[in-house]
């Protein structure tokens, strides 16, 4: 018995033989098709379908309408400055006296950003013209507004130049004889000390500013000094904004603080003062003033000249009678 196996167990053994067998075989038969390189499908990149190229065109049209927009502005803006270069935006053309105010700095005294009509004046100087008109100043004699501001220059643009270096911004503009005689002049520097690199430090900002305006008064000009606009700085980072926010503190500290009564403090442009925090007044870019904007600065800008104004029209009359 032990010696011949009985059917049954026969059986039994080939069942337990022939499934491993075969499981075997055909594991062996799977691990080889799927690792030879002969039997895999090759996989094909399918084409960005219409979606994504309808996105991907409007992202690039978006970009470059800014792009143009911008451009057209800026160039519409610079023709229109120097087509009123030797004019300028006149509050009464028809009197006999006439009294002159300059404009000078960056992309804020430029007015980048204002709207503007054929012929216009942009900016500070264009709407400060309209603001002078007012009754409500009482003044009796023209004022001649003329915008030389230029857009992208630092306050190291219109440091005046050390004898025997080449000549800066602001040589350009008081070297001609029509600006010399200007009895006021409003220095808007500072906003893109920042942006610039190396960036100008706060303190040397203040300094060229300090410079520029002791060179002002020893040609005889009444200096009028706006602080560093400073809405959007905090979407540059932490160290932009306390540059700037350092920048005009030392500013308003210089101006409290200097002696000389023919260097005045004008409005405060930046959002430390809540009266500039409005969006309105900002461009898309949240930088640069809007037309609404800038007739606000205006606005400050002659409440504060006003009672200055009125002394100089009556010194220009008493010097007058005095020749008759």
Same mark, same amino acid.
């Given at each position: 018995?032990?010696?011949?196996?009985?059917?049954?167990?026969?059986?039994?053994?080939?069942?337990?033989?022939?499934?491993?067998?075969?499981?075997?075989?055909?594991?062996?038969?799977?691990?080889?098709?799927?690792?030879?390189?002969?039997? %895999?499908?090759?996989?094909?990149?399918?084409?960005?379908?219409?979606?994504?190229?309808?996105?991907?065109?409007?992202?690039?049209?978006?970009?470059?309408?800014?792009?143009?927009?911008?451009?057209?502005?800026?160039?519409?803006?610079?023709?229109?400055?120097?087509?009123?270069?030797?004019?300028?935006?006149?509050?009464?053309?028809? #009197?006999?006296?006439?009294?002159?105010?300059?404009?000078? !700095?960056?992309?804020?005294?430029?007015?980048?950003?204002?709207? #503007?009509?054929?012929?216009?004046?942009? !900016?500070?100087?264009?709407?400060?013209?309209?603001?002078?008109?007012?009754?409500?100043?009482?003044?009796?004699?023209?004022?001649?507004?003329? *915008?030389?501001?230029?857009?992208?220059?630092?306050?190291?643009?219109?440091?005046?130049?050390?004898? !025997?270096?080449?000549? +800066?911004?602001?040589?350009?503009?008081?070297?001609?004889?029509?600006?010399?005689?200007?009895?006021?002049?409003?220095?808007?520097?500072?906003?893109?000390?920042?942006?610039? *690199?190396?960036?100008?430090?706060?303190?040397?900002?203040?300094?060229?500013?300090?410079?520029?305006?002791?060179?002002?008064?020893?040609?005889?000009?009444?200096?009028?000094?706006?602080?560093?606009?400073?809405?959007?700085?905090?979407?540059?980072?932490?160290?932009?904004?306390?540059?700037?926010?350092? %920048?005009?503190?030392?500013?308003? *500290?210089?101006?409290?603080?200097? *002696?000389?009564?023919?260097?005045?403090?004008?409005?405060?442009?930046?959002?430390?003062?809540?009266?500039?925090?409005?969006?309105?007044?900002? +461009?898309?870019?949240?930088?640069?003033? +809007?037309?609404?904007?800038?007739?606000?600065?205006?606005?400050?800008?002659?409440?504060?000249?006003?009672?200055?104004?009125? %002394?100089?029209?009556?010194?220009?009359?008493?010097?007058?009678?005095?020749?008759?």
């Amino acid at each position: 018995m032990s010696a011949t196996s009985s059917p049954t167990t026969a059986r039994r053994r080939i069942n337990n033989t022939t499934p491993s067998k075969a499981k075997n075989g055909s594991s062996s038969t799977v691990s080889a098709a799927t690792s030879s390189p002969a039997r %895999r499908a090759p996989r094909s990149v399918k084409p960005p379908g219409p979606a994504f190229s309808l996105a991907w065109l409007s992202a690039l049209w978006a970009s470059l309408w800014v792009f143009l927009a911008t451009y057209l502005h800026y160039g519409w803006l610079l023709f229109n400055i120097r087509l009123n270069a030797r004019v300028g935006a006149q509050t009464k053309p028809y #009197l006999k006296y006439r009294n002159q105010i300059v404009v000078i !700095g960056d992309d804020t005294a430029f007015g980048y950003g204002d709207g #503007l009509e054929l012929g216009g004046s942009p !900016g500070i100087a264009g709407q400060l013209r309209r603001a002078l008109q007012s009754d409500r100043y009482k003044l009796r004699q023209s004022w001649v507004m003329y *915008n030389r501001g230029i857009f992208g220059t630092t306050s190291a643009d219109w440091r005046p130049s050390e004898p !025997g270096a080449a000549k +800066t911004k602001f040589e350009a503009v008081f070297d001609d004889p029509l600006y010399t005689t200007a009895e006021i002049v409003i220095l808007l520097v500072g906003f893109n000390d920042g942006r610039v *690199n190396p960036e100008i430090l706060p303190e040397d900002t203040v300094a060229n500013i300090s410079a520029t305006c002791r060179a002002l008064r020893r040609i005889g000009k009444e200096v009028w000094v706006l602080t560093v606009p400073t809405n959007g700085d905090e979407k540059k980072g932490d160290h932009f904004l306390e540059m700037n926010v350092r %920048r005009n503190e030392i500013l308003v *500290n210089w101006l409290e603080t200097c *002696n000389d009564e023919g260097i005045k403090a004008g409005p405060r442009l930046d959002t430390l003062h809540s009266e500039y925090r409005h969006k309105a007044f900002y +461009t898309t870019d949240g930088e640069h003033f +809007t037309a609404k904007g800038y007739r606000k600065i205006a606005k400050d800008l002659a409440d504060l000249m006003s009672s200055s104004l009125v %002394r100089k029209e009556f010194a220009k009359i008493s010097k007058d009678l005095k020749f008759h």
